[in-house]
């Protein structure tokens, strides 16, 4: 299971981050790491806001006797923060602490709107997934979806308007249906206004399908890109790679992906980032992180990735904004992080080692 957040976020030359519990920001032109928090308390998956200068993060506010968490947003330049979301509500404060923060991490996410005005979060650490829409300054969040929706993986569109958003059968509570029998329905994509936050079908998923990843909106606004997994793919370790279009035209396939499989797409939908597991997971590595782009969608490996015992955070390589690297951060439990960057069109990935002890 991935976590609902990348715990690594570029913006423009800006990558922000999370390892070890604490916030971090590299300059990619000065090479220079800088530490936003420390304490005891973990926070975690950071976003940053459109103008690169704010982030919205987690903040774990206290441990015991139940975990309570905040969404927190933080001037990269200053520090100056502030609790939009003081106390989130969610499956972690019925759990035991170990347990909870890892429901936490797993489970929650957030992005701004590209206005920077609103913030967009989404728990799917419960029985059934929330989306949530609150002012960037505080106040009281406003829910997306109806409370009967099982909804995840929030995007907003380039314009700021519309949030596309996954849509599952809701999950019954114990007791209430036959043990082990699936949700009745399919996975479907919808989009919201998200001023009015009414939303309408965008695709229903063929039957036997699921989705492999979270959707994503190109540049255009026209298309959202998505990660299927069909009736046999799990037999041929394929997933497929799709446009649908947001208004009139047909659903692409662009191409099939192989292997048990982490994909994203890139803004311009030109560009396929994928990371591929093996099937023999007692290796000495984690599967490759590759990528691929159109009009020909050949394969360029970027880089092995290391097998780590209990990474925290769970290693996610992400593509930067305008395409040209890959990311990821490497933080095994007895080792020390390191930020690995790889050009995506020619040269060799770097490693940098993250510093620690450093203040915000």
Not at 89 to 96: L, N, S, T
């Amino acid at each position: 299971m991935f976590p609902a957040a990348a715990p690594l976020v570029p913006a423009g030359r800006q990558i922000a981050f999370d390892a070890g519990g604490s916030l971090y920001r590299f300059d990619m032109d000065t090479r220079q790491f800088r530490q936003l928090t420390r304490g005891p308390l973990p926070a975690f998956s950071p976003a940053w806001s459109p103008d690169g200068r704010r982030l919205v993060y987690f903040q774990i506010t206290r441990i015991s006797p139940t975990l309570r968490v905040a969404m927190m947003t933080m001037d990269a330049h200053t520090g100056r923060r502030q609790a939009v979301v003081p106390h989130l509500r969610g499956a972690w404060e019925e759990e035991q602490p170990r347990d909870a923060l890892g429901s936490a991490r797993m489970g929650l996410s957030a992005s701004w709107s590209p206005t920077g005005k609103t913030i967009v979060y989404a728990n799917v650490a419960g029985r059934n997934g929330a989306i949530w829409l609150v002012d960037a300054a505080g106040g009281e969040p406003k829910r997306l979806a109806p409370e009967t929706e099982n909804v995840s993986f929030p995007n907003w569109s380039p314009d700021g308007r519309r949030l596309v958003y996954l849509a599952a059968p809701p999950v019954a509570e114990e007791g209430a249906e036959e043990e082990g029998a699936p949700p009745e329905g399919r996975e479907t994509l919808r989009v919201a206004d998200a001023a009015t936050r009414s939303s309408r079908l965008l695709f229903a998923l063929p039957p036997g399908f699921e989705i492999a990843a979270p959707p994503r909106w190109t540049n255009d606004g026209r298309t959202v890109g998505v990660s299927l997994k069909g009736p046999g793919d799990n037999e041929s370790g394929m997933q497929q790679a799709w446009l649908i279009p947001v208004g009139w035209g047909k659903v692409r396939k662009l191409v099939d992906i192989p292997g048990e499989t982490w994909f994203t797409f890139s803004r311009s939908g030109r560009t396929v980032l994928y990371w591929t597991h093996p099937d023999d997971s007692a290796g000495e590595t984690e599967g490759v992180v590759a990528c691929m782009s159109a009009p020909t969608w050949r394969r360029r490996v970027l880089f092995t990735m290391p097998k780590l015992r209990d990474p925290d955070p769970s290693p996610v390589p992400v593509l930067s904004p305008d395409g040209s690297c890959v990311a990821v951060v490497l933080a095994p439990e007895d080792g020390p992080a390191r930020l690995r960057i790889a050009p995506v069109a020619s040269g060799r990935p770097r490693d940098y080692l993250v510093p620690t002890g450093d203040g915000a």
